[in-house]
């Protein structure tokens, strides 16, 4: 289970990021007082626009960052100060991972498994179902070079989930993917959520939050401007598409 606290996140902008910005603030709030249950056996699904505060939040949850204020507990460990036990916990897919272009996927997986301390046979094990099923079997042996974006996708998933983990949070999960792979890596969410995994995501698209999350965030500026299944977000806006919804709750968060 993931707790988000009353959660914040502020970044101190450099000079160059300011001019980028074309902005005076040196600071930029991505994250404004976040809270959110993710639980165990469900999906829950962080829906925004570009630069809403997603990736900030996911980070944060898997310790990469700290939050400025208000606390993360994943299974109950604090992100900040049980960092080392929350790291055991998460497998974390974020479209920054940079894999080595001169390893193979088999080399590469087996070097995480390895950094999760894994035995070689487990990791073997778990190597050939993971490639199986996401169809990395046919590219194992070949460098990173030279793979398409949607391979190198599909071996960021397989790496993520290498040591099995209790709590998988995926960015953009279906990013780069022909609709084939994006069915089959939302089929295994479906599975990771039977297994009784807590599964967080992030998305922009409205299809698939409605399809696969049990619960949703919808963000906003930094903000949730609305929380709960797909039924109570309908409810709550007086609408009757997601769509409609989001963009009823754009239109009241923007201005
Ligand atoms: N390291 C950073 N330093 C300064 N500002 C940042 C940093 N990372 C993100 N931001 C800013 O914080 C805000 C939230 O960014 P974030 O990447 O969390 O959004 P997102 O919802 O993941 O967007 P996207 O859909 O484009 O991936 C944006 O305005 C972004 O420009
Ligand atoms: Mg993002």
């Known amino acids: 289970m993931i707790e988000v606290k009353n959660f914040s996140k502020i970044y101190k902008l450099s000079k160059k990021q300011m001019a980028k910005l074309k902005t005076k603030d040196n600071i930029k709030r991505a994250a404004n007082d976040i809270s959110f249950f993710a639980e165990r056996g469900k999906i829950y699904g962080l829906l925004g626009p570009n630069g809403a505060g997603k990736t900030t939040t996911l980070r944060c949850i898997a310790t990469l960052l700290n939050p400025t204020e208000g606390h993360i507990y994943v299974d109950g460990h604090d992100s900040v100060k049980d960092s080392i036990e929350v790291r055991k916990k998460i497998g974390f897919l974020t479209n920054e991972l940079k894999l080595d272009q001169h390893f193979t996927p088999n080399y590469t997986i087996e070097f995480f498994g390895g950094l999760h301390g894994m035995d070689k046979k487990t990791i073997n094990k ?30 960021s998933i397989a790496v993520s989930l290498i040591h099995d983990p209790d709590v998988v949070i995926f960015d953009e999960p279906t990013i780069g993917l022909d609709i084939i792979t994006a069915r089959a890596v939302l089929d295994y969410l479906k599975l990771l959520r039977e297994k009784g995994k807590t599964v967080i995501i992030s998305t922009h698209i409205m299809t698939l939050a409605n399809k696969l999350c049990d619960n949703l965030g919808i963000i906003i500026n930094g903000k949730i401007v609305a929380n709960g299944t797909v039924k109570d977000i309908l409810e709550n806006t007086g609408t009757t598409d997601l769509e409609d919804a989001f963009f009823k709750l754009y239109k009241q968060n923007m201005n």
């Open 126 to 155: 778990r190597k050939d179902e993971l490639f199986e099923y996401f169809g990395i079997t046919s590219f194992a042996d070949k460098k990173i070079e030279d793979l398409s974006t949607g391979m190198k996708q599909k071996l």
